[in-house]
């Protein structure tokens, strides 16, 4: 898991979230949410730039060590679902963290979590540090299965400094529990599929 050395990596974050019951009921099966997260120093922070194609260019790095990661975290049990996004602290843009995020990081990402058929949820915000930030989770196969609309909220206490960015990789390994208001399931997701 080697990220270009044009990242200048502050640190790494993980994150795991299990749920056994909710609703007073148990779960048919333990939902796990997992993310990782990497604090990098913002190249463009302060400064304005047309280009930012030298934070997108190495991105499928960040894609592929952040996705790993996270499907770690899950304890050998396969992703369901998959999500992304960021913040860059107040001396940066939105923009920046979106240059870190963009399809090159997405389809490294996607392939770190054993595929995908699905475009990636995706959030970014300009923030300080320790503000929460809510990465979107969906189905990986197709992004109208509505019980895997989901989200898990990450909040790191020093970060991201002024001229950091967060950039975050999240996965699941099922949709909420007990989802009942319809929509396709992912059943008939993956028998369009076949």
Excluded at 44 to 61: K, R
Excluded at 108 to 119: H, K, N, T
Aim: hydrophobic share 45%.
């Amino acid at each position: 898991m080697t990220v270009d050395p044009y990242y200048e990596i502050r640190a790494w974050h993980d994150f795991v979230q299990e749920t056994v019951t909710d609703g007073g009921r148990p779960a048919a099966q333990t939902l796990i949410k997992a993310a990782s997260a990497v604090i990098i120093r913002n190249p463009f922070a302060g400064v304005w730039a047309d280009d930012l194609s030298p934070l997108t260019l190495p991105s499928a790095s960040l894609g592929t060590a952040l996705g790993a990661r996270a499907l770690a975290l899950l304890g050998g049990r396969a992703a369901e679902s998959y999500g992304k996004g960021g913040i860059a602290g107040t001396a940066g843009e939105q923009e920046h963290v979106v240059a870190c995020v963009t399809t090159t990081f997405g389809n490294a990402f996607r392939d770190a979590i054993g595929g995908g058929e699905a475009w990636i949820s995706s959030v970014t915000k300009v923030a300080s540090a320790g503000s929460a930030i809510d990465i979107p989770l969906a189905y990986k196969d197709e992004v109208y299965v509505r019980s895997h609309y989901d989200a898990i909220t990450i909040a790191l206490p020093d970060a991201p400094r002024p001229d950091e960015l967060v950039i975050i990789a999240a996965v699941a390994t099922g949709g909420r529990l007990h989802a009942r208001v319809g929509g396709m399931t992912a059943a008939e997701a993956a028998a369009r599929t076949v």
